[in-house]
């Protein structure tokens, strides 16, 4: 959701300048990132032992990066929320709106993956934490935005620009991931679990499964690209589900 808000204010703008109703083409993306934020909300009081004392959580903000994720949290959904009802409301879409919503997002990222950051489990406490935090952020955004307009907007010239405004912006986000998974090699060749077994014992049954993972990235990034820089004109809906 915060990624698909970041990449949106980009195709928004560029949809601004275009002959196609932008209003129009925003309302299906807007609406799909309301709904994910509200199950991610539903789904995060799923962590809490007592869902009933989630406000107490709150209470820890100066100290707590779990107590101000939940609070960057509420603020991001409070802004979607007014973003969609003004959308209503006004009939058009607010492009500053946007804007500082997905750079409230952003904060919460890095808010959720200090988390994981601030632990006694070496190697989550590296660079590697962030960079996949927000990179996995870009690239689903990229991607659900991308899906969502190519299926509204019926303008294959504009359709092929946001195209590569989408291919870009997925692209940093595995650059981002790369970069990540490459420092974490370099942090700690025995990086140890809070179990006192090294990660790299219990994490080599599951070595077949980050290898299939990085197959489809690779295979659907080419894709992506592939139809970003291509001169075909024809509708990429079915391509940008795939």
Same mark, same amino acid.
């Given at each position: ?8 204010? !980009? ?35 799923? +962590?809490?032992?007592?869902?009933? +004392? ?6 820890? !903000?100066? +100290? ?8 960057? $949290?509420?603020?991001?959904?409070? #802004?979607?929320?007014?973003?969609? &009802? ?15 919503? &997905? ?15 601030? $632990?006694?489990?070496? &190697?989550?406490?590296?660079?590697? $934490?962030?960079? $996949? ?5 870009? =690239? #689903? ?16 010239? @504009? ?8 291919? *870009?912006?997925?692209?940093? /986000? ?5 970069? /990540? ?10 990086? =140890?679990?809070?179990?006192? =077994?090294?990660? *790299? ?20 990034? &080419? ?15 079915? @391509?940008?589900?795939?």
């Amino acid at each position: 959701a915060i990624g698909g808000m970041v990449v949106l204010w !980009f195709l928004h703008r560029k949809v601004e300048k275009s002959d196609v109703d932008s209003n129009s083409a925003v309302k299906i993306p807007l609406i799909v990132i309301s709904v994910l934020s509200i199950i991610g909300l539903g789904a995060s009081f799923a +962590h809490l032992g007592k869902p009933s +004392h989630a406000i107490n959580a709150i209470l820890g !903000f100066g +100290h707590s990066w779990m107590s101000r994720e939940i609070v960057i $949290t509420s603020c991001f959904i409070g #802004l979607v929320a007014l973003t969609l &009802g003004l959308f209503f409301f006004q009939k058009r879409a607010n492009s500053w709106l946007i804007l500082a919503t &997905g750079v409230v997002g952003l904060v919460d990222v890095y808010a959720m993956a200090a988390i994981y950051s601030n $632990t006694f489990v070496n &190697g989550w406490d590296s660079a590697n $934490t962030f960079l $996949t935090f927000y990179g996995t952020t870009l =690239t #689903l955004g990229a991607i659900l935005i991308i899906s969502l307009k190519a299926t509204f907007i019926k303008n294959a010239d @504009v359709t092929k620009k946001l195209f590569k405004i989408g291919f *870009s912006i997925a692209a940093v /986000g595995i650059v981002f991931q790369l970069i /990540g998974a490459a420092l974490l090699a370099a942090f700690n060749g025995d990086v =140890t679990l809070i179990s006192g =077994t090294a990660a *790299s014992a219990s994490l080599a049954e599951y070595q077949s499964i980050i290898v299939t993972r990085w197959v489809i990235e690779i295979i659907g990034m &080419g894709i992506f690209g592939y139809y970003a820089i291509s001169s075909s004109q024809k509708s990429m809906a079915a @391509v940008s589900y795939a």
